[in-house]
């Protein structure tokens, strides 16, 4: 499958509205990123309602989801409502999808099967999957969160990216693709108990400094929208 490919220095970010926002980092590792919306009209994407979801440079997980659409993880099946990738200077800076809406159960058992079948024949897995992570397109359901996908070779490592499943059942299938492919074989209790003890660092000045600018700046900005300057949400554009 296709997909589009958006330049960030092209999206005026003043153009979108903030839905959700993460700014933290875990054990010196980026695990900030963003949700944001556009309205009835941008310059980028013209009139349609699309939601973007961005990180920096230094996100933990910047680049997972290059490797599952490269694999084939990632497709109309899967991710039906995915439009593209943003990029700048050669990195990968976030995606974009078409406008969802919540599913409340129905087919997810499909979907976890297709999801499993799509597990054994690439050798990735989604972390995240859950009923929690499956929204609705036309129709379709549609994974969301679509960086949290590793290798399953990584398995073991879950717990350095600070990562942890939230489907058992997900869990036990991956665990058992891993104990048939690997000679050192993992169990639930000793390898993927991962997150329970979580540290959250503390963040540095330069950290703290660019946290207060953030949240500084966008009270400027919610109090003058029509301000010319361009707001950077913290977003690193350069």
Known sequence: MNYE??????IDLRELDVIKENIFWLDEQDHSRWVLRTRKKSAAFGSQELY??????????????????????????ITPALVGLIFHRGFCR??????CTPNWGAGVDELFDLIKEKSEQTGFFSYQFSRYHIMRYKNRLNLIDLEGIYPIRDLPLLARY????????????????????FTCPLN????????TERRISKPNLLKRS??????YSLSLWNEAKKDESHHLYLINCD
């Open 5 to 10: 490919h958006f330049s960030l220095t092209d």
């Open 52 to 77: 973007l979801k961005i990180w920096n440079p230094t996100y933990i997980r910047r680049d997972n989801i290059l490797a599952g659409i490269d694999v084939g993880f990632y497709d109309d099946q």
């Open 94 to 99: 976030g995606y974009v999808v078409r406008k």
């Open 162 to 181: 600070q990562s942890r499943f939230d489907d058992r059942n997900y869990e036990d299938f991956i665990t058992g693709l891993y104990n048939k492919q």
């Open 188 to 195: 639930q209790s000793k390898a993927l108990s991962v997150g």
């Open 210 to 215: 660019a946290l207060f600018l953030w949240n």
